[in-house]
């Protein structure tokens, strides 16, 4: 009975680290209220009719000021890990130039490309410094007090 009731008391304890297992939910982005940006019919809909259904768009592409992009993600996150995009939408809606709908794009998580930076360094002037160097570089390197002798940070003597 008592081997019962302490396998008991520490399953009792155990219990609030369960809440670990669970991952905590981040929503990011656009969140549709009434009309998915998918809903949007090209030739039927124009710049003013999407504005007022949707709202304004995440973003408007960079070059081409015709494009609206809507983007939302949702993120799961264990414990203290980091967070990791469960699902991705990003819908590009074109337009015409007489503001008509021209299509509706959808783009999910799986659409995206991992891009390679370049991973070259500027060069700076000068040399690195080691480890010691640094703790120990400003031993000796103080000025003389009142006096014109010449030292390497004052070549010339003058003050």
Known sequence: ?????????????ALPLTACLSPARDFHGYIADEVQPIDIKPGEDTRST???QL???STEGLFDTNVWFYYSDIQERFAFYRPKVVERSIVAIRFTEDDAVDEV???SVNDGQIVSYASRETPTRGRELGFWEQIFGTVGAMRLPNSDERTPDNPTGRR
């Open 105 to 107: 794009v959808r783009y």
């Open 1 to 13: 009975m008592a081997r019962l009731s302490l396998v008991a008391a520490g399953l009792l304890a």
């Open 55 to 57: 709202g304004s768009p």
């Open 50 to 52: 999407v504005l007022a």
